[in-house]
């Protein structure tokens, strides 16, 4: 049986669908982009301010979940623009362990919703 998971401390949803699923001990979270949950507004002083969000965003669904970074099996991550690629990739590191890292594709794609720079998914464990 599937449970949705949805958290005020990360952005509401901006279409017909939820923060995340869980489906037995496997979590399926929806993209994350860099809303701020509080005044709703996108984050995008910078590459890194606007990633920081969005892992920020990651972390609270992780937790309503019960779970956290460390649960984490597979990250797809959507970039507007792959020269920012490891100015991304320097801000998400720091969310995970190196030895324990989950799997994860990176994506240069057209467009994002909003128009924003970086949005990113997970799967994840208990």
Do not use: C, W
Not at 27 to 54: C, F, R
Not at 92 to 119: C, G, I, M, S, W
């Amino acid at each position: 049986m599937k449970k949705i998971i949805n958290t005020p401390q990360a952005p509401a949803p901006i279409g017909p669908y939820n923060q995340a699923v869980l489906v037995g001990n496997m979590l399926y979270t929806s993209g994350q982009i860099a809303i701020n949950p509080t005044t709703n507004e996108l984050v995008l002083d910078s590459i890194e301010a606007e990633t920081e969000q969005v892992m920020q965003n990651m972390k609270a669904v992780l937790e309503a979940a019960d779970m956290t970074f460390e649960n984490v099996i597979k990250s797809t991550i959507f970039i507007s623009d792959m020269g920012n690629f490891a100015r991304i990739n320097a801000v998400y590191a720091t969310y995970f362990n190196a030895d324990t890292a989950p799997a994860r594709e990176t994506v240069e794609v057209a467009n994002l919703p909003k128009y924003v720079h970086v949005e990113i998914s997970m799967i994840a464990v208990k």
